[in-house]
C-alpha cells in the first residue's frame, strides 16, 4: 500500500485508481415520445387505411366493384367467410347488414383519426380493443384447420397481430402519447376532457 506523507492514498494494493462506476442509465424522454408519436401515428393509419380501402375500392383489400360508395358490403366478405371458432354462427348472422356495416366503418375512421391526430386515445383504445378482439374471434387463430380441413394458417394461437393492435393502443392511451407530435395536448385542456378523465 503506498504510504505519502503518513496518509493511506486512495489508490490500490498496486498504485491502481479503482474503476469509476459507469453513470446510471436514463431513459431518453425525447427519444421516448418520438418513438410512441412514431407508433401512434403507424397504428392510426392502419385503421384509417381500412376504412379509406374498404369506401373507395383502392385495390388492396376492396376491389372498385366492391368498395362501400359504389354499395358493396366492407362486412360481408370476411363475416360471410368465417368458418372456425364458437362465434362463427354470429358472424354470419351480422355479415353485410347495414348496421354491421356503418358500425365497423365508423369505428375504423374514428379508430383511425383519433390515433393519428391524437386525441381521445382512452375511448380509441376501448374501441379498438372491442373491434380487434370480435376480429380475433372471426379468425380464431386457435383453430389449426378449417371447417373444410385445410390448415387455418395461423402461425400463434394466442398472440397475433390483433393482440399486437391492442397492446399499442393500449400503451399509447396509458403514455398519454398524443402530446407529442398531435393534439393531445390542446384535448386533454378542453372543458369537457378535463371533467371526464376517461375522454382523454
Given at each position: 500500500m503506498t504510504i505519502t506523507q503518513g496518509h493511506t492514498s486512495p489508490a490500490g494494493a498496486h498504485g491502481q485508481q479503482p474503476p469509476t462506476p459507469p453513470p446510471a442509465a436514463e431513459a431518453p424522454p425525447r427519444a421516448a415520445?418520438?418513438?410512441?408519436?412514431?407508433?401512434?401515428i403507424g397504428?392510426?393509419?392502419?385503421?384509417?387505411?381500412?376504412?379509406?380501402?374498404?369506401?373507395?375500392?383502392?385495390?388492396?383489400?376492396?376491389?372498385?366493384?366492391?368498395?362501400w360508395v359504389q354499395?358493396?358490403?366492407?362486412?360481408?366478405?370476411?363475416?360471410?367467410?368465417?368458418?372456425?371458432g364458437p362465434l362463427q354462427s354470429m358472424f354470419h348472422t351480422w355479415a353485410g347488414t347495414w348496421w354491421a356495416d356503418w358500425l365497423f366503418m365508423l369505428a375504423m375512421l374514428g379508430i383511425g383519426l383519433a390515433v393519428v391526430i391524437g386525441i381521445a386515445l382512452?375511448?380509441?383504445?376501448?374501441?379498438?380493443?372491442?373491434?380487434?378482439a370480435l376480429m380475433w374471434f372471426a379468425e380464431f387463430p386457435?383453430?389449426?384447420?378449417a371447417a373444410d380441413g385445410t390448415a387455418s394458417g395461423s402461425t400463434?394461437?394466442?398472440?397475433?397481430?390483433?393482440?399486437?393492435?391492442?397492446?399499442?393502443?393500449?400503451?399509447l392511451a396509458a403514455t398519454q402519447a398524443g402530446r407529442f407530435w398531435g393534439l393531445g395536448g390542446?384535448?386533454?385542456?378542453?372543458?369537457?376532457?378535463?371533467d371526464h378523465r376517461w375522454a382523454v
Open positions: 415520445a418520438i418513438t410512441l408519436a412514431a407508433l401512434r397504428v392510426g393509419f392502419v385503421f384509417l387505411w381500412a376504412f379509406l380501402d374498404k369506401t373507395f375500392g383502392l385495390g388492396y383489400a376492396t376491389g372498385t366493384a366492391k368498395a354499395g358493396g358490403s366492407p362486412t360481408k366478405g370476411f363475416l360471410g367467410s368465417v368458418d372456425v382512452r375511448p380509441a383504445a376501448v374501441a379498438g380493443t372491442i373491434v380487434l386457435l383453430a389449426q384447420h400463434n394461437p394466442f398472440v397475433d397481430y390483433h393482440v399486437v393492435y391492442i397492446l399499442a393502443l393500449i400503451t390542446w384535448w386533454s385542456g378542453l372543458p369537457f376532457v378535463r
